[in-house]
């Protein structure tokens, strides 16, 4: 399915909160299509990962490579290169004051230059297809936390990226919330969507990762597809995590 040169590469990166660690020589590559899941303990770098791909994080060495450019430091080669990439939060980060469909088309308009007819028009396909066209002309703070956390998506997709990176979408959610979330998520993951999830949710892990990226110590432990990392997880990190999580 994928073809050409890979979507997403990281080459030897590392990071340091101060005399921290957090990301120890990682290199990974994505491909376009791919659906890589990262999981590990707390504390293992996995949500530093995913920030550092849109360069939220500054890294300290190393290269990024985005659909075949270095990651820009500053300036208006990265805000092309973010409006390329699509990020998904733990907490929604939407407009308090703007309805869910000026949400969504708000980037469009602003970073794109659409016509706000047009945004207008794509906006609500986008609330459709997350399942929420009807709330179009609520306020965020009238939308329970998973309805908001799909209008993040959708607002992220508005922006018609070439990625997407879920950082722990499902985590701030009440249990009952969070298969709305994981089910557009996977409808993505089947439509071709390149995707890099950070996530505790093993069933997603399980059901629409291609790769899990297993992480402990801000290093990259294990790389392997979901079936032969949950059957035959190869680090003792890997099954002492596994055993922890998989057992309750």
Known sequence: MATGEPLIVLDSVNKWYGPLHVLDDVSLSVDRGEVVVVIGP????????????????????????????????????????????????QSFNLFAHKT???NVTLGPIKVRGEKPAAARER???????????????????????????????????AMQPKAMLFDEPTSALDPEMVGEVLDVMTSL??????????????????????????MADGKLVEDAAPTDFFANPRSERARDFLSKILTH
Request: proline share 3%.
């Open 123 to 157: 906006g609500l396909a986008l609330l459709d297809r997350v399942g929420i066209a009807n709330q179009a002309d609520k306020f965020p703070a009238q939308l329970s936390g998973g309805q908001q956390q799909r209008v993040a998506i959708a607002r992220a997709l």
């Open 100 to 102: 869910i469909l000026e």
């Open 42 to 89: 707390s504390g293992s770098g996995k949500s530093t990962l995913c920030r550092t791909i849109n360069r939220l994080e500054p890294i300290n060495s190393g290269t990024i490579t985005f659909d075949g450019q270095e990651l820009p430091a500053e300036g208006r080669a990265l805000a092309k290169l973010r409006s390329e990439v699509g990020m998904v939060f």
């Open 189 to 214: 993951a089947r439509e071709g969507m390149t995707m890099v999830v950070v996530t505790h949710e093993m069933g997603f892990a399980r059901h629409a990762a291609n790769r899990v990226i297993f």
